[in-house]
């Protein structure tokens, strides 16, 4: 339940050309006793960052985040008990952040508005339990920081010769500060965060330093990563040092051309005494750092800066390791992408000019990111958010969530404001994150919770889906995005994929029907259960008769096979055909990835289920361009947005839009968690639990871990010649399904278990 505040959200009363600073200076109460509590709440138009006594409050960064703003501004709270002292000045700086810094791939800025503010309330509760109550008001002054200017995208210029926590003491005397204005605001919009906050996560050293051609100073981190630098360093004052991000090096030099408009370029300003650097008003996606303005040794660069790693603060919970290093290194590469694409919300890229929450991306992942880690609180935030934007967009579902491309020229894919007009535009995978974000959640954790709170936004789809469908009952118009990213599609139009996009999007929105229909049927609306199967059926009879002929799929592309054979449109025979198909697709490519966004995550799958495992296998194992394997021969350390980002020569793909962090082509780690690891669930929440591991590609043993909602499941395997033998750790409460070659299937309860097949 959201709180109720007097606060007032303020900004500056003057434009000072820096991140502004806030303060308000108050004593105790007194004649009521000691302080037995004190909680104060903050957030922002922007970014807060709040301090009390001097002391910051917390070690949360990037907050409030970026939310749905002209609908759900969230708070933070904080436990500050032991930071009040009897005479106490609580401050604030403000960053522009989402709110109103760059945003999208356009250039724009302050899309939702040009003036950072913030509000807080510190609530200090007595022991005779009165409760003082200090909020953000007209009584508060602003002053200048040190801070002289800061952008997620461009980065951020600190000043250390302006650093001075005078402000932050008590009875300071602060000649040049003003007052500050009240801004009109709508607390209807607070709401408290449903999902975790963002945090430092880890220090990185550099791996190497040294002089590029040009001249510059060169500083690998040997990992991909999302954050920023800390940097300590002694020098004149006014010396400047610039440090400019990237995620590759291109001919020896930092590869900035993949950013297109982002700086990604932080500036520091030396004092003349020993300055710390870090700043926590951007971040950049990066393993490459150029320093320019560097007059030290290369070894005492080495002991002064860190990659600091931000992201998400989410609870592991969820492993896998084999006997290909390879293997290894491609599930690490999807791990790494997910920690870096999930800072507050889960967005496509975290460098360039864009780091947007594209529907379709997560949609295909969110399977896996539920098992490596929990992001139930996480998404549900997130849904939120979705639904909030769809419900004031007629219906339609934006296709970036929060939705910031209504503010730009992108026509097509833009939701339109007000009333529905009665048509219905469906640009489906990425709106079917709708339905499918929650399915993954309720599968993974087994709380009806997700699906009730979410269920007044995937209806509502479910019928702009039969609304959508053409008189034959297939999707036949519109704008599709398809197989996004088909390895064959030119590099400037990734939309254009060798899978019919029609094709493609009634498959999708025929699971979205489908998975409609099962959230009614399990929430209790047995009459909107029968209605969208209804909808399911008719999508499904369309599929077959009108892309369906003699054993092949409209456009006889492996994607087509991929989504018709997993999603559950084959009849039986067909079926068995399609699986064969997709085989012979696949072997003609050379054991290629030949699929997009759409179909990578279920080739695999599809693979192994219609009997053909040796070519899922191959598949996967392909080393050469373009497969899942080749980045990783390649130095990758996170997964591409491209399979081939980077060409073989090592130059850049020349594509408009080339990222190296992308998580979409990451939803294989399903698979190698199923199907190589062998963990499963047969039930939501793992309360019945599939140990089925199915060898292959000469791989000699594996072992899959997950932290279920009962505990601790985990499957371990080794071939020993023709001998597969099998340990297997099952929760409490919860009864297991094994199935082994050559072997009956067995049920077994909770414990550990051995088998031999």
């Known amino acids: 339940m959201a709180e109720l505040f007097g606060a007032a959200m303020i900004t500056a009363d003057t434009d000072r050309d820096c991140a502004p600073l806030l303060r308000r200076e108050f004593d105790l109460d007194t004649g009521h006793g000691e302080v037995t509590g004190a909680v104060l709440f903050g957030t922002a138009l922007g970014l807060c960052e709040l301090v009390l006594n001097g002391e910051p409050v917390t070690d949360d960064v990037l907050t409030p985040g970026w939310s749905s703003y002209e609908w759900r501004v969230r708070y933070a709270r904080w436990e500050v008990t032991g930071l009040v002292a009897e005479h106490n000045v609580l401050g604030i700086r403000v960053g522009n952040g989402w709110y109103a810094g760059h945003l999208g791939f356009f250039g724009g800025r302050a899309l939702y508005g040009a003036t950072r503010c913030a509000l807080a309330e510190l609530r200090i509760t007595f022991a005779d339990g009165h409760i003082q109550t200090i909020g953000t008001g007209a009584d508060w002054q602003s002053g200048p920081s040190a801070v002289l200017a800061d952008d997620l995208y461009h980065g951020q210029t600190i000043d250390a010769r302006l650093i001075d926590d005078t402000w932050t003491r008590a009875g300071a005397d602060l000649p040049g500060w003003t007052g500050v204005r009240v801004v009109e605001f709508d607390h209807e919009r607070l709401t408290p965060y449903l999902g975790p906050p963002v945090t430092r996560q880890e220090d990185i050293v550099p791996q190497r330093i040294w002089t590029a051609p040009s001249g510059t100073i060169l500083v690998d981190f040997g990992q991909n990563l999302v954050g920023w630098i800390r940097m300590r360093v002694r020098g004149r004052a006014g010396e400047q040092l610039r440090l400019r991000h990237a995620e590759v090096l291109e001919h020896g030099e930092l590869a900035v051309r993949p950013l297109r408009t982002a700086r990604a370029t932080d500036t520091f300003v030396l004092s003349g005494g020993d300055d710390t650097f870090e700043p926590t008003f951007t971040f950049h996606g990066f393993r490459y750092l150029e320093v320019a303005g560097w007059t030290g040794t290369t070894d005492a660069l080495g002991d002064a800066i860190r990659a600091v790693v931000i992201g998400s603060r989410l609870d592991r919970i969820g492993a896998f390791e084999c006997s290909d290093p390879l293997l290894n290194r491609l599930h690490s590469n999807i791990v790494w992408s997910m920690r870096g694409n999930f800072v507050d919300l889960p967005t496509d890229c975290p460098q360039r000019d864009e780091r947007l929450g594209w529907t379709g991306d997560i949609a295909v992942f969110a399977e896996t990111a539920a098992y490596l880690y929990d992001v139930d609180l996480f998404l549900r935030d997130w849904l939120l958010d979705l639904a909030a934007e769809q419900r004031h967009a007629g219906g339609q579902v934006p296709v970036v969530v929060p939705d910031c491309l209504k503010f730009l020229d992108m026509a097509s894919l833009r939701p339109s404001p007000g009333a529905d007009s009665g048509a219905a535009p469906v640009v489906a995978l990425w709106n079917d994150a709708v339905c499918w974000v929650p399915w993954a959640v309720w599968e993974a954790y087994g709380d009806l919770e997700v699906l009730r709170r979410q269920y007044d936004s ?69 009459g909107d259960a029968a209605e969208f199967t209804g909808l399911a059926d008719r999508i499904r009879l369309a599929f077959t008769m009108f892309h369906v002929s003699d054993g092949r799929i409209t456009s006889d592309a492996t994607s087509v096979y991929a989504l018709a054979i997993c999603l559950g449109l084959l009849d039986a025979a067909d079926r068995v055909s399609a699986g064969d198909r997709l085989a012979e697709l ?25 009997g053909h495992r040796d070519t899922a296998y191959r598949l996967l194992r392909q080393q050469d361009c373009p497969s899942w394997l080749y980045p990783v021969t390649m130095g990758a350390t996170t997964m591409w947005e491209r399979w081939d980002s980077m060409l073989p020569d090592g130059t850049v793909n020349p594509g408009e839009m080339t990222s190296f962090n992308h998580y979409a082509f990451g939803a294989v780690g399903a698979w190698l ?48 010649g023709g001998t597969l033998s099998v340990t297997a750790t099952i929760p409490e409460g919860t009864t297991a399904v094994v199935r082994l070659p050559g072997r009956d299937e067995v049920t077994v309860s909770a414990g550990q278990h051995r088998f031999t097949a």
């Open 458 to 526: 995937t209806s509502p789809y479910a019928r702009r889906i039969a609304a959508a469908l053409s008189e034959r009952g297939l999707l036949e118009s519109g704008t599709q995005l398809g197989d996004w990213l088909d390895p064959t599609a030119p590099p400037d139009t990734p939309q254009h994929s060798k899978a019919d996009p029609y094709v493609v999007a009634t498959a999708c929105v025929y699971r979205s029907a489908r998975i409609a229909a099962q959230a009614a049927h399990l929430l209790g609306h047995p």
């Open 586 to 610: 696949t072997a003609a490519a050379g054991h290629h990835i030949t699929t997009g966004f759409a179909g990578t995550p279920f080739i695999l799958r599809a693979l192994t289920e219609t």
């Open 673 to 720: 968690h199923s199907v190589v690891g062998g963990l499963g669930a047969l039930e939501p929440g793992y309360r019945t639990i599939l140990v089925a591991p199915r060898p292959g590609g000469d791989i000699t043993w594996a072992r899959a871990e997950l932290r279920t909602p009962h505990g601790r499941a985990e499957v371990r395997w080794e071939l020993d």
